[in-house]
């Protein structure tokens, strides 16, 4: 747990790997980090799925794929991994600012 590639956002084809008992556990240690761009889960079983995407503290969580970024992805995360989202219309609002006018003019 205190090794840097533990504690470091890393990108590249490389994954730590840390023993876990319980998934209380599990969940705690991938949430105990500034950073939060993306997590990976693997299962079968769909209320273990539910119950830990929800609880991963991370702007985006693949369920038993490793692809989740395209055109239509609002690409981003969390903590120090970054502020709102790019791509996708979710990511167009990012860098939208919304203006009201109302006007009356006399005829």
């Keep these: 747990k205190d090794m840097q590639i533990y504690r470091e956002e890393t990108f590249g084809p490389v994954a730590p790997v840390m023993p876990f008992d319980t998934e209380d556990e599990v969940i705690a240690q991938a949430n105990d980090s500034e950073y939060g761009l993306a997590a990976y889960l693997f299962t079968n079983d769909h209320d273990r799925a539910n119950r830990v995407s929800n609880a991963l503290e991370y702007g985006m969580v693949a369920l038993n794929c490793v692809k989740i970024t395209g055109a ?3 690409f981003g995360g969390v903590k ?3 502020l709102g989202r790019e791509g996708s219309r979710h990511g167009l609002e990012e860098f939208t600012e919304l203006k009201y006018v109302c ?3 006399k005829q």
Excluded: R, Y
Aim: aromatic share 12%.
């Design 80 to 82: 120090q991994s970054g």
């Design 103 to 105: 006007a009356a003019f």
């Design 72 to 74: 239509p992805v609002p």
